[in-house]
């Protein structure tokens, strides 16, 4: 667990919606979304048969997966970030060999698959069968069948060739847990491939998830019944000991889930609704079993979602092929940069202290003149005849010698002559 992600101080489950995914370059349709093991990227497949790769740290499109004719109903991760793993109902699913940035050819397989963290892949066509992976993208495939015992097939009363509805692996891919439409848990040894143990989880329904936590100590299982079933997972070597915890369920509204997982640390237990039109992600406590938080969303119906391995973040999927991602309301600090700031809850009024630079001298009063209430006459115009002979009226003009005083001392030769 990549320990610098995680904030023990802060809020561990998400609020609001930060981003919005929509791939511009062509109108797709997202059905599902996983993330890879370090929570970098983010994986989702398409009603148009190809895989996008998204960068959580830019927002945009890393890498596009091609590999199916028709649309993508399933989608997986390897628990070693090797392969990426996609398939259809009605076409064979497809494996990425290499990292998502180097991707190789596809491989081909059965219509129900789900990577372990081991090079191994259980599928179910016409009977479930563990596939083992070859190291290089040209290496032959070894298929081996899940056998049921004669003792389980009797108590089991069902073939799996026809009623296996999903199938996942514990996280250390040890075992395989297989889910039928009758609401019972087959067990397999990933090594022998026979059965070990059956359960009935779910009464008669069928059933639609089985998610493990990170530790492989708890698992939820989502039935057709409107029901998410909590089980604490205890292996020996006795056998495999599920114990019922809790049964979560919208008991108002009594809505079916679409989808249901773990958060990072598995201290949450999330369910997605699937009602119409409403887009409600439910987050239930562990162990106090109370409803924490209840995200609402746009109304658009709610398919897929899965939460991000390490963060308080949540990756949902509409009906309308939008896929939605969710994360912390995180609120800026300015404390942090100034460390006398002080953040009020409220409006107050602000009084200013008083200090040195506050201290201003007084103005003087202005002196006021009469001459202020004289008027002053701006449109008649008075003519100076400067060139007049008349002796009354005073002539100048620059003198053509300079005065005997001014030789004598010195004084200024173009000096103005007053004439009578």
Partial sequence: MNLELLDPFGQDFPEVIEDRLAWHEHEITITCCRFNRRGTLLASATLEGICLVWDLATKGVARVLRGHSLAITSLSTAGHEKDDISSHPHETGTVYYGTWKTAHEPERFGSLLQLSPLPYIPETGELPCLVKLPDDPGGAVVRTPLVVTEE??????????????????????????????????????????????????????????????????????????????????????????????????????RNAWAACC??????????????????????????????????????????????????????????????????????????????????LEDNEEYEEHEDEFDIKPEDPKPIRRDEDDLEIDVVTIERINAFSDDDEEDNYHLPTYPDESDDEGGGSVGKRKKVR
Wanted: glycine share 6%; proline share 3%.
């Fill in 152 to 253: 389980h097939a009797a108590s089991l009363s069902i073939t799996l060739d026809t009623h296996s509805a999903v199938v996942t692996f514990t996280p250390n891919g040890s075992k395989i847990y297989v889910g039928t439409t009758k609401g019972v848990i087959v067990i397999f040894d990933t090594v022998t491939g026979k059965s070990e143990q059956i359960f009935r989880a779910a009464g008669t329904a069928t059933i639609k998830h089985i998610e493990f936590s990170r530790k492989g100590s708890d698992l939820v299982v989502n039935a057709t019944d409107r029901i998410i079933r909590l089980y604490s997972v205890k292996h020996s070597d006795d056998g495999t000991r599920l114990d019922l915890q809790h049964k979560f369920q919208d008991s108002v509204n």
């Fill in 262 to 343: 773990f958060s990072a640390d598995g201290e949450y237990v999330i369910g997605g609704s699937a009602q119409k039109q409403r887009h409600d992600i439910y987050i239930w406590d562990k162990e106090s079993r109370n409803l924490v938080k209840m995200l609402e969303g746009p109304r658009e119906d709610l398919s897929d979602l899965t939460w991000h391995p390490h963060r308080p973040m949540i990756a949902s999927v509409t009906s309308y092929g939008i896929m939605y991602v969710w994360s912390v309301n995180y609120v800026q600090n300015y404390s942090a940069f100034a460390p006398t700031f002080e953040e």
